[in-house]
C-alpha cells in the first residue's frame, strides 16, 4: 500500500473511532445536560470539543500530515478505555461517579486512538487540546458542591473587605451580611460558577495560543484564581449598592442581577488581557535580546 493510500486509511480509522468515542459519551452527557443544574453548573460542557477540535484542526498539517502509529501502546490505552466504561456502565451504572467515569473513558479510549494512529510525537503536540477535553467530563455532584462552596466561602471574606473599604455599616454572622435595608446572604449561588469556569478555560487557551514560556503560561492561570475571588466579592457590593441607590430589583434575581456578572466578567477579561499582553511583550524583549 502506498503511502497517500495508507495515509487516507488512517484518516478514515480516525473519523469511525472519533465517532464511537461521541457515542460512547453521548448518553451520559445528554443526561448531565438534561440535569436542572445544568444553568449552574454545565454549560460549558458543549462547547469543549468544539474547540479541542478547533486547536487540532489549526495545526492538522504538523499533526496529521506524517502519521508514525504506535499501534501497540494506543490500542492498549484505548482497551484500557473501553474496559473501563464496559464496566462502569454495567456494574456501577447508579453510581454517583458513573457520569464522570463514562466520559473520562471515552476520551482515554479515543486518545488511544490517536496515539495507535498518528503516534506518541503528534499525540505530545496535541497534548494540550486533548487535555482540554477534560473540562468535558462531568464532576459529580459532592465534588461540585465542594468547589462551589469552596469559591463562595472564599469570596465571603472579600466581599467583608470590599464593604469596609469603601464604608459600608454591616455586621456579619457566617455568611450573612446585615446591611442598611437588606440582608446578604452569600450562598453557593454568589460563587459565580460559569463565569469562573469559563475565566480559567479562556486564560488556559490565551495561554496556549499566544504564549511560549510554560512560567508565563503558568502565572496567566495563576492571576485569573485570585482574580474570580475579587469578582465574586466586588459583585455582590456592586449588587447591594445598585439595589440599595437605584432598584432593589437587582439584588432579586433575573437579568438585572445577571447583567452585573456579566460586567464583571468582562473586566476581568480586560484585566486578563493586559496580563497577557505584558507577558506577550516580555517574551518578544527576551527573544529580542538572545
Not at 498518528?118 to 468535558?136: D, E, K, M, T, V
Not at 464532576?139 to 467583608?160: H, K
Not at 508565563?216 to 440599595?244: C, D, F, Q, T
Request: aromatic share 14%; proline share 5%; glycine share 4%.
Amino acid at each position: 500500500m502506498d503511502e497517500s493510500k495508507k495515509n487516507y486509511l488512517i484518516y478514515i480509522l480516525f473519523c469511525f473511532f472519533s465517532l464511537f468515542a461521541i457515542f460512547l459519551s453521548f448518553t451520559p452527557i445528554k443526561t448531565v445536560l438534561s440535569d436542572p443544574r445544568i444553568d449552574l453548573y454545565y454549560t460549558h460542557i458543549p462547547i469543549i470539543p468544539i474547540i479541542s477540535a478547533f486547536l487540532l484542526f489549526r495545526k492538522h498539517k504538523a499533526l496529521f500530515s506524517s502519521p508514525v502509529p504506535a499501534p501497540l501502546l494506543g490500542f492498549l490505552v484505548a482497551i484500557a478505555g473501553l474496559s473501563l466504561h464496559l464496566f462502569i456502565r454495567i456494574k456501577f451504572p447508579d453510581s454517583e461517579y458513573s457520569i464522570s467515569l463514562q466520559v473520562l473513558s471515552a476520551i482515554l479510549f479515543w486518545a488511544g486512538t490517536y496515539i495507535a494512529l498518528f503516534g506518541l510525537n503528534s499525540f505530545r503536540q496535541a497534548l494540550f487540546p486533548i487535555a482540554l477535553l477534560l473540562f468535558a467530563v462531568p464532576i459529580s455532584e459532592t465534588i461540585m458542591d465542594r468547589i462551589v462552596l469552596l469559591i463562595s466561602s472564599a469570596s465571603v471574606p472579600m466581599t467583608s473587605l470590599v464593604f469596609t473599604l469603601i464604608g459600608v455599616p454591616f455586621t456579619r454572622e457566617g455568611v450573612e451580611f446585615y446591611l442598611p435595608v437588606f440582608t446578604l446572604v452569600v450562598g453557593p449561588e454568589c460563587a459565580g460558577w460559569r463565569s469562573s469556569i469559563a475565566i480559567i478555560i479562556i486564560s488556559l487557551l490565551a495561554g496556549h495560543l499566544f504564549l511560549k514560556k510554560f512560567s508565563n503560561k503558568l502565572i496567566l492561570v495563576s492571576v485569573a484564581i485570585p482574580l474570580i475571588i475579587i469578582k465574586n466579592g466586588v459583585r455582590i457590593v456592586l449588587l447591594y449598592l445598585i439595589a440599595y441607590y437605584i432598584d432593589e430589583r437587582f439584588i432579586e434575581g433575573g437579568f438585572l442581577h445577571r447583567s452585573v456578572g456579566y460586567v464583571m466578567f468582562c473586566v476581568v477579561l480586560v484585566l486578563m488581557g493586559f496580563l497577557l499582553r505584558f507577558l506577550e511583550k516580555q517574551e518578544a524583549r527576551k527573544t529580542e535580546e538572545v
